[in-house]
């Protein structure tokens, strides 16, 4: 965290800006299905961004983003556990237990764990699984809100 004092605004905005964007598209994985950055698949959805970023609140978006940072490093570790058993990191389908059955067990394992901490996560941050996936969806639509989201998290990070 000390070294993130020193980037520049610009810098950390941009470091930011790609970190959540990652996050963000992985944790859409944690409750509709395939994690986009594991298994490079994107989803493609319009919305209209005047509207859009005022149906997230402040606290929503406080919320989301610390969510966000809590999850991160579970990610990472979840992402890293399964690439050192198989290499490949599958996609992963956390609302769909047919498809986590399909995994074989002790990637199952860390998949299911990294679905619970999430959803956790998510929850004792304040929001639904469902309110979180809307906000992940809707800021990659609005650049407005996802600005609004890299704020909230340089502030949580620089701890103000």
């Known amino acids: 965290m000390n070294t993130i004092a020193n980037f520049s605004q610009s810098r950390l905005s941009r470091l930011l800006s790609q970190s959540l964007l990652l996050g963000a598209i992985s944790l859409t994985g944690v409750v509709t299905g395939v994690i986009p950055s594991l298994s490079g698949e994107s989803l493609g959805l319009t919305f209209s961004t005047t509207a859009i970023a005022q149906e997230v609140s402040n606290e929503e978006i406080s919320n989301y ?54 959803k956790q996560i998510i929850e ?10 809307s906000i992940t969806l809707l800021q990659q639509a609005d650049p407005t809100l996802k600005q609004r989201i890299q704020a909230e998290l340089i502030r949580l990070q620089s701890g103000q």
């Open 124 to 133: 004792n941050n304040g929001l639904t699984v469902s309110k979180f996936n």
């Open 65 to 118: 983003a610390r969510a966000v940072l809590a999850m991160e490093p579970r990610r990472k570790e979840a992402y890293n556990e399964i690439k050192g058993i198989a290499g490949n990191v599958p996609a992963v389908v956390c609302n769909e237990t047919k498809k986590i059955n399909t995994l074989p067990g002790e990637i199952r394992g860390i998949a299911v764990n990294y679905c619970s901490q999430a």
